[in-house]
């Protein structure tokens, strides 16, 4: 069964150059799959930084839909997959779906997309990091879809942190493990209030 880590933070916090050591690190071939599409000048540019940092030995999946099938082809040869990124992904997800204002379909098809992502993921040998962003830390936006696709990311990030043994939280370009601090509610029928704090090896 693949191991699953999460890399998460704010835009320019680090997190894509973490993501990338940690692969260079514990990797011996790493795939790349990338979700972003090119479609102005300024993102160009980011994936042009993207680019030049990664290692020339790495092997490229270019999956703005569908991106399952590209870590199914990628683990066939690789034992470490790097995903970048979860939020460009949802996006592009919702912007090619023709009922982006029936918000239960919305819902329905990310879940499902997620899952086809986790799955896959989890039958690989090796191991998959999935990098995504801090949506929701911000103001709240001032029109639906934008406020649907906040709430909508939020619940792609948590469904993958459910699935992952490691989620770092990366911020000013330092990690931390927030697995290993996290929270676990034992909650019981005399105390419901009861909290245990869990510090996982």
């Known amino acids: 069964m693949g191991k699953i880590v999460l890399v998460t933070g704010g835009a320019r916090s680090g997190k894509s150059r973490f993501a ?20 102005d000048e300024e993102m160009a540019f980011r994936v ?16 703005p839909e569908d991106a399952h099938l590209a870590i199914e082809e990628a683990g066939k040869a690789h034992d470490m997959i790097l995903f970048d990124c979860l939020t460009l992904y949802v996006s592009n997800l919702l912007c090619a779906w023709e009922n982006v204002r029936d918000s239960a379909a919305n819902y329905e098809l990310i879940r499902e997309k997620i899952s086809l992502l986790l799955e896959a993921a989890k039958e690989q040998e090796g191991t998959t990091i999935f990098v995504t962003n801090e949506v929701g830390a911000g103001i709240v936006p001032e029109n ?10 939020g619940i792609a990030n948590q469904l993958t942190a459910r699935e992952a043994a490691e989620v770092y939280v990366v911020s000013c370009g330092i990690a931390v493990d927030f697995k290993k601090l996290a929270v676990s509610w034992q909650a019981t029928r005399t105390n419901v209030h009861s909290v245990d704090i869990v510090r996982r090896p």
């Open 20 to 39: 990338e050591q940690y692969a260079a690190r514990f990797g011996k071939k790493v795939a790349y799959i990338a979700t972003a599409g090119i479609y």
């Open 144 to 153: 639906h879809l934008a406020r649907e696709y906040r709430d909508i990311t």
């Open 48 to 63: 042009k930084l993207h680019r030049e940092r990664r290692p020339k030995d790495w092997h490229t999946w270019e999956a």
